[in-house]
C-alpha cells in the first residue's frame, strides 16, 4: 500500500510557509522590475570593491537591453552569456529577458568542442563574453547561427584606474588573454552607450514561457537545455525567499557569491532569490584564488554564504581564514555536492554558523530541499522539500515506499521544468505525471528529512559540476590510438570526485602523457581524467556492454 510522504509539510519551521502563491507574479521580469525599484539605494552587487546599486543596475540593463533589440535581436532569440562572476553579467542577464530574450548560460573554461554543441544546439544568435575566452569562440563562429558578440573584459565596469590595473595584470602579467580576430564585436559599456538611442520595448511575458535554457546532463548522456520557464524561476525565487525569511532582515543582508552566476545553483540562490532581500551581492571573480574570497570577510560584514563542500573544506585549510571576522554570518548553504559531515562540523566550530546543506538539480531550477539555515536542521541530510514542493521515494517499478526505505528520489512542484529542448524522449524519461525522476538513491525519515544514499546514474561530481561518462568515453574514443574505454569516479579529498579512465589501446606506442594532452585539447578542466589506467581489456556484459561498475568498485 503506497505511503503518504508528506509529514514534512507539520515539520516546517516556524514562519515558514508549506505553499506560496506561485502565480503572483507573471514573468521573472515583472519580479526583476519591482525589486529593482523597490530597493534602488541600496547596493545590489559588488565586485572587486566596485559597487552597483539597484537603481544603477536598472538603468544599465534597460539601456542594454535597448541596445540587443536594436541590433534585431527578437523575443525567443537565444543569448548566451559566457563570463565568470563580474558586475557585466547581471546587467546582461536583466537586460536580456527584459528584451524578451531566451538566455543560455554558458561555462566560460568550455573548449571549443563543448561551445559548438551548445551554442548550435541552442541556436545562439547572441553573445556576452569575457576576452579571455574569445579565442575559443573564433574557432567555431562560423558553424553557428552566432551574428552579435559583445566582448567585456574583467576590469571593464571596475572604473578607468582600478580597471586598467586589473586589466593589466590579466592581459600582460598573467597572460591571460589568448590573441583572437573576430570581425565586427562591440565592447561591453559601447553596446549600453550605443542602448541610449533607442527604448526598449518590453514583452509582457507568460507563465510557461522558456526563459533560460541551462544546459546539463540531465540524468545520463550529453549535455541537453533544460528548459526553465518564467513560472518555474519565480517559484523557486519564492520557495528560497520564502525559507530564507524568518532568518534574515531585509535591506541588512550582505551575501557572498563566490559561486559562478553561469552554474544554476549560484544563478537562482544568490543571483535572483536574495535581490528579493534588498541584499548586497559581493560577485568573487576567481574563487579558486582563496585570498580573494578571504578579503570579502575583511572588506564587507558577510551574513550569507553559498558555496561547495570543496570550496569550504579549502578555506578551513587555509591558515589565515581561522582569524577572519565571522560575526556577522548569520547563515552558510552548501549545494551542488554533498557537504561532507566533518566539513561541516568544523565550519561550524571555526565560523560559529551552521552550514545547511541544500538539494536540487538544474532541472529543478534548482532548489527542490533544503535544510533550515538557523542550526535547526541536521547534519548528513540534504532537509525537507521547500514550499509548494513534494519530494518522495520510489521503487524500481516508480511506486511510493515507505519512509525509511531506499529507493530514487523524484520531485514534484512548479520548479520543475518544462521539459529538454527538443527531446522529447529524454524528456519523456525523466518526467512522468508531474513528478521528476532524479536518478539520486535516498530515503527519507519519518519526521521528513531526506538523505542521498547513492548516484543511480554513473554521473560523476567533481566540486559540484555533473561529469558523464558517455562524453569522455566518447571524446577520447575518437583517439586513433584507443580501440576501448571507460569512464569511472573515484574519491578525491579535494573535489569529492576526479575522472578515472580506463584504456585499451590499438597502438602500444600511445602514452599516459598523450592522452592527458589530448583530453585537455577536448575536454574542460574539471572533465580531464585525473587518473589513467591501461587495460588488455574491459569487463562486459554478454550483450558487449562495458561494465563500469566493476570498474569502480577496484578502486
Known amino acids: 500500500m ?37 530597493y534602488a539605494n541600496l547596493v545590489a552587487f559588488s565586485n572587486f570593491g566596485k559597487e552597483l546599486k539597484y537603481k544603477e543596475i ?65 541556436g ?61 564585436t562591440v565592447g561591453f559599456k559601447e553596446a549600453i552607450s550605443q542602448g541610449k538611442k533607442f527604448t526598449l520595448k518590453r514583452k509582457q511575458g507568460q507563465a510557461n514561457d522558456t526563459i533560460l535554457l541551462q ?49 544554476i545553483f549560484s544563478f537562482t540562490v544568490n543571483c535572483l532569490a536574495m535581490m528579493m532581500m534588498g541584499a548586497k551581492n559581493v560577485l568573487v571573480t576567481n574563487p579558486r584564488d582563496l585570498k580573494s574570497v578571504m578579503k570579502e570577510f575583511q572588506r564587507y560584514d558577510i551574513s550569507i554564504m553559498s558555496g561547495v563542500n570543496t570550496l569550504f573544506n579549502a578555506l ?7 582569524g577572519l ?14 557537504v561532507q559531515k566533518p566539513v561541516a562540523e568544523r565550519w561550524e566550530k571555526v565560523t560559529g554558523c551552521f552550514l545547511a546543506e541544500g538539494y536540487g538539480m538544474t532541472e529543478s531550477s534548482p532548489v527542490a530541499s533544503c535544510n533550515p539555515i538557523n542550526g535547526a536542521g541536521r547534519l548528513g541530510t540534504i532537509g525537507m522539500p521547500v514550499p509548494s514542493t513534494e519530494m518522495r521515494i520510489v521503487n524500481d517499478n516508480g511506486d511510493p515506499i515507505p ?31 508531474g513528478w521528476l525522476s532524479t536518478g539520486d538513491i535516498g530515503s ?46 573515484i574519491p578525491d579529498e579535494k573535489s569529492g570526485e576526479v575522472v578515472k579512465i580506463f584504456v585499451v589501446k590499438s597502438d602500444k606506442s600511445l602514452s599516459e602523457k598523450e592522452v592527458k594532452a589530448y583530453c585537455k585539447e577536448n575536454l574542460t578542466g574539471y572533465k580531464v581524467p585525473k587518473a589513467i589506467e591501461f587495460r588488455d581489456d574491459l569487463p562486459k556484459t554478454n550483450v558487449g556492454k562495458i561494465l563500469r561498475r566493476e570498474l569502480r568498485e577496484e578502486n
Open 2 to 38: 503506497p505511503v503518504a510522504q508528506k509529514p514534512w509539510l507539520a515539520n516546517y519551521p516556524s514562519g515558514i510557509p508549506a505553499n506560496i502563491d506561485v502565480d503572483q507574479f507573471s514573468s521573472l521580469v515583472d519580479i526583476i522590475d519591482e525589486n529593482l525599484k523597490k
Open 58 to 122: 536598472d538603468k544599465l540593463s534597460e539601456l542594454f537591453g535597448a541596445y540587443l533589440q536594436s541590433r534585431g535581436l527578437e523575443p525567443g532569440d537565444r543569448i548566451a552569456l559566457m563570463m565568470p562572476n563580474l558586475l557585466q553579467y547581471p546587467i546582461a542577464l536583466f537586460g536580456a529577458l527584459r528584451a524578451g530574450l531566451v538566455v543560455v548560460n554558458t561555462n566560460p573554461l568550455y573548449t571549443a568542442r563543448e561551445m559548438k554543441h551548445q551554442f548550435t544546439d541552442a
Open 124 to 184: 545562439v544568435k547572441a553573445v556576452v563574453i569575457a576576452e579571455n575566452f574569445a579565442s575559443n569562440l573564433e574557432k567555431i563562429m562560423d558553424d553557428t547561427k552566432i551574428n552579435t558578440v559583445i566582448l567585456t573584459s574583467v576590469g571593464e565596469m571596475l572604473g578607468t584606474i582600478k580597471g586598467g590595473m586589473v586589466n593589466l595584470v590579466i592581459r600582460k602579467v598573467k597572460r591571460g588573454v589568448p590573441k583572437f580576430n573576430i570581425p565586427n
Open 215 to 263: 544546459y546539463t546532463g540531465g540524468t545520463t548522456g550529453v549535455a541537453k537545455g533544460a528548459m526553465l520557464t518564467n513560472r518555474n524561476l519565480v517559484a523557486n525565487m519564492l520557495q528560497i525567499y520564502n525559507i530564507m525569511l524568518p532568518f534574515l532582515e531585509k535591506e541588512k543582508e550582505t551575501v557572498l557569491s563566490p559561486l559562478p552566476m553561469y552554474h
Open 316 to 322: 578551513l585549510n587555509h591558515p589565515d581564514f581561522a
Open 325 to 338: 571576522n565571522f560575526s556577522h554570518l548569520k547563515g552558510c548553504v552548501g549545494g551542488g555536492m554533498a
Open 403 to 433: 519512509a525509511g526505505e531506499v529507493g530514487e528520489i523524484q520531485i514534484k512542484g512548479p520548479q520543475v521544468m518544462k521539459g529538454y529542448y527538443h527531446r522529447p524522449e529524454a524528456t519523456a524519461k525523466v518526467l512522468k505525471d
Open 444 to 489: 527519507m525519515s519519518e519526521d521528513g528529512f531526506f538523505q542521498i544514499v547513492d548516484r543511480k546514474k554513473d554521473m560523476i561530481l567533481v566540486s559540484g559540476f555533473n561529469v558523464y561518462p558517455n562524453e569522455i568515453e566518447e571524446v577520447i574514443a575518437a583517439h586513433p590510438k584507443v580501440l576501448e574505454v571507460a569512464a569511472v569516479g
